[in-house]
C-alpha cells in the first residue's frame, strides 16, 4: 500500500508539472479566480472588470491607430550609473520593456484628430519618475504647445525614482511648468490614471489634467497604506485610494473601462 501511495504521489506530481503556469489568475481587486483565457483582448477581470496592467506598447496598440515615437534615445544620465545595483535594475528593465526610460512619447491619432501622448511602463522600475521620465514628459508637452496639440498621458507609477535623489523629485515642478505653459496656450490635457498612480507622480502632473479620469479600481494614492495607517493611528477604509472613493469625493471627473477607451478619448479630443 505505502508503495502505491508513493507511485501515486509521484504521478499526482508529474500531472501538476505540465500544468502550465498562470492557467487560472486571481484578481487582486475582487479575489476571483479565472482561466486565463477569460482575460480578453483587454486584459479585464470577468467578474469586475479590473484591468490587469499592461505595457506602454501594448496600451499604445489597443487605444490609438497611430502612433509615431519621439525622443526615445533619452536614459538616465550617466552621473547616477556608478551606482551599480541601479545600473542593473535599469539594463533589466530596458531588456523587459524595450524602452530607455519608463514612459514612451510622441504624437498620436485616433481617426483624423492628432495629438500627443505618453504612456508610463509599470515594468520599467515600478513606473518611477526619474530625470529622463521628466524629461521626455516635458519635452512631449513643450512640442505639444508648439504644435497646438492636445496632450494624453497614461500614468502607472509607483512614484519618484529614490536612486535619483532630489533630482527625482524636482521632475515634479519640471514638468507641471510644462502642464502650465500649455494650459495657457488654451489646449487641452486629459490624464488617465492607471493602476497604480502614487507618490510625486500622482502630487504632480497626474492630477492636473483639465480632465482627470481613470480605469476602474485603480489605486491612486500618495503615500502608502502603511505609511498612513502609522502617521494617523488608524486603519482607513479598504478602497479609499481606489477610483471608486476618488469620483466619489470629487478628485476625478470619470471612471472609463478600457475596452471603450479609445472612444471616449476620441469624443474628448474631438471638443478640444
Not at 512631449?140 to 498621458?153: C, G
Not at 514638468?175 to 495657457?184: F, I, K, N, T
Request: aromatic share 8%; hydrophobic share 35%.
Amino acid at each position: 500500500m505505502k508503495n502505491n501511495k508513493s507511485e501515486e504521489t509521484k504521478d499526482l506530481q508529474t500531472l501538476m508539472d505540465k500544468v502550465p503556469d498562470q492557467l487560472f489568475i486571481k484578481c487582486p481587486v475582487c479575489e476571483e479566480n479565472f482561466y486565463n483565457k477569460k482575460l480578453g483582448e483587454y486584459k479585464l477581470c470577468p467578474n469586475c472588470g479590473y484591468g490587469f496592467r499592461l505595457g506602454a506598447q501594448e496600451r499604445i496598440n489597443m487605444t490609438v491607430d497611430e502612433f509615431t515615437p519621439i525622443d526615445s534615445e533619452i536614459s538616465a544620465p550617466k552621473r547616477f550609473l556608478g551606482d551599480e545595483k541601479y545600473a542593473g535594475k535599469l539594463e533589466k528593465s530596458k531588456k523587459a520593456t524595450d524602452l530607455n526610460e519608463s514612459v514612451q512619447t510622441g504624437f498620436a491619432k485616433i481617426g483624423d484628430t492628432e495629438f500627443a501622448l505618453g504612456v508610463m511602463d509599470s515594468r520599467f522600475i515600478m513606473g518611477s519618475l526619474g530625470t529622463a521620465t521628466g524629461e521626455k514628459l516635458a519635452r512631449l508637452f513643450e512640442q505639444a504647445t508648439e504644435k497646438n496639440l492636445p496632450v494624453v498621458v497614461f500614468s502607472c507609477s509607483g512614484g519618484a525614482r529614490m536612486q535619483e535623489g532630489i533630482h527625482s523629485l524636482m521632475q515634479m515642478a519640471k514638468v507641471s511648468q510644462a502642464v502650465s505653459d500649455h494650459a495657457e496656450k488654451g489646449l487641452l490635457y486629459i490624464s488617465v490614471l492607471t493602476d497604480p498612480t502614487t507618490g510625486g507622480v500622482t502630487a504632480s502632473y497626474a492630477m492636473e489634467g483639465d480632465i482627470n479620469i481613470s480605469e476602474p479600481h485603480t489605486l491612486i494614492g500618495f503615500a502608502g497604506r502603511r505609511v498612513i495607517e502609522k502617521t494617523i493611528q488608524q486603519r482607513p477604509p479598504k478602497d479609499f485610494q481606489r477610483a471608486e472613493t476618488l469620483l466619489k469625493n470629487g478628485f476625478l471627473d470619470a471612471i472609463v473601462k478600457r475596452d471603450e477607451m479609445k472612444s471616449v478619448l476620441a469624443k474628448l479630443l474631438a471638443w478640444n
